[in-house]
């Protein structure tokens, strides 16, 4: 796990994405407003890092994604980087659970850290198939019922009515991941309130993913720092 000042010479790029080094010394930030201009971030296809030389850099998947620790340099939800590329290249703030998972277990320690506990859950129990399918920091999972079979779920456990809304692209979470079809909020599940779609997701630099057959929860990735930027 190097250092910044470590490497020599800097790398260039993360899993084919250009990395463009800044010096926050030489950036200007009035104080309140625009602090982001100093942190780490995904702009034009390429990676924005600061030069802080005490950066620990911890390679995931053989260096073909990143993590960085930024130290005391970022405010305590902003100290960690994950970026690489996805479907295409991307940037997170991860939190120090995150860090924590990839220290105790490696890349996959680190990966698992970031699957929802509700999707854990499903994925646990023998009476539910295991096919979650995933767009960016978004993660969804068949169920094996009908909304009908849900509906009636519902109904029997609360008294209420069973609340389906058509929808054209909403955002999930007040994400840049939008969801356009059928959809019920709040469906009690092994102790959960879930969001429970048919349709489509849709996101700027991601494959439109198809939910179709029936519904499907979904939980956005656990350990974001920031998970309404997240890409």
Not at 30 to 38: Q, S
Not at 72 to 90: H, I, K, L, V
């Amino acid at each position: 796990m190097p250092h910044l000042y470590e490497l020599r010479p800097l790398p260039t790029e993360v899993g084919g994405v250009p990395i463009a080094w800044l010096d926050p010394s030489k950036v200007k930030v009035e104080k309140g407003r625009d602090e982001w201009k100093l942190l780490a971030r995904q702009e034009k296809g390429q990676l924005l890092l600061p030069i802080y030389p005490e950066n620990d850099f911890l390679p995931l998947v053989g260096g073909k994604l990143l993590l960085i620790n930024h130290g005391t340099n970022y405010a305590s939800g902003r100290r960690n980087s994950f970026c690489g590329r996805d479907e295409s290249p991307f940037h997170a703030f991860v939190t120090e659970e995150a860090v924590k998972a990839y220290k105790e277990g490696g890349s996959e320690g680190f990966f698992e850290s970031l699957v929802p506990k509700l999707i854990k859950e499903l994925r646990e129990r023998p009476d539910i198939p295991d096919s979650y399918v995933r767009q960016g920091d978004w993660f969804t999972n068949r169920l094996p019922f009908s909304w009908l079979e849900i509906e009636q779920f519902v109904r029997l456990g609360r008294g209420k009515e069973f609340d389906i809304v058509e929808v054209k692209k909403e955002s999930l979470g007040g994400t840049r991941h939008h969801f356009t079809g059928r959809l019920v909020r709040e469906v009690p599940i092994f102790g959960w309130k879930c969001l429970l779609l048919e349709g489509v997701l849709s996101a700027p630099d991601h494959k439109d993913l198809v939910l179709s057959g029936g519904p499907h929860v979904i939980a956005q990735a656990a350990n974001l720092a920031d998970p309404e930027n997240a890409e």
